[in-house]
């Protein structure tokens, strides 16, 4: 999947709020802080872990700490504690002028949101940058990452039966 195409996940740190008038137009601050495109979700029995790339500079917020620890010096405060996530089709505008070279900003973002707790967050050689919620992907993800083509989202564990919805289960995301 590419990494502009709706997959690209935010936490919502604040609510968005009136921007006061500046050289790019934009109206509204927001309160999402984007720092992840989703490349992989991987369902596991009682946890969900997204895979991707880290595309966004959140590593500017930590100081001089490297992108990879940075990554997870910046979500590690969310850790076991509730959060509003989202998945945006691309990043909110921003006064930052490398993101935005000219005067009119990209039109708004879409994109569902719901509350999930973060357990772990990290960058493995392997695979990539990963965050790590708690619950299965089939069963507590109900507005965020719904999208996604058949095989973009990998399965694990031993036996899933019942960790799925049925196709006729009419409580079905």
């Not at 968005?16 to 934009?26: A, K, L, S, T, V």
């Not at 708690?134 to 039966?161: C, M, S």
Request: aromatic content about 16%.
């Amino acid at each position: 999947m590419s990494a502009s195409v709706g997959n690209i996940l935010a936490i919502r740190i604040s609510h968005d709020e009136p921007y006061p008038p500046n050289p790019y137009n934009i109206a509204v601050r927001s309160g999402l802080r984007v720092f992840f495109a989703v490349r992989t979700i991987f369902a596991h029995v009682q946890t969900t872990t997204f895979v991707g790339d880290n595309l966004y500079m959140i590593h500017y917020d930590a100081g001089q700490l490297t992108v990879t620890e940075s990554f997870k010096f910046f979500l590690g405060q969310y850790f076991n504690r509730p959060c509003t996530f989202a998945q945006l089709v691309q990043p909110p505008p921003t006064l930052s002028s490398k993101l935005y070279l000219t005067s009119a900003p990209p039109p708004p973002t879409g994109g569902g949101e719901e509350v999930h707790t973060i357990l772990d967050a990290d960058y493995d050689p392997l695979h990539g940058y990963y965050v790590t919620f708690a619950g299965n992907y089939f069963l507590t993800f109900h507005n965020i990452f719904r999208n996604w083509p058949p095989g973009a989202v990998v399965r694990t564990g031993p036996d899933f039966k019942g960790f799925q919805p049925s196709t006729n289960n009419p409580n079905k995301p």
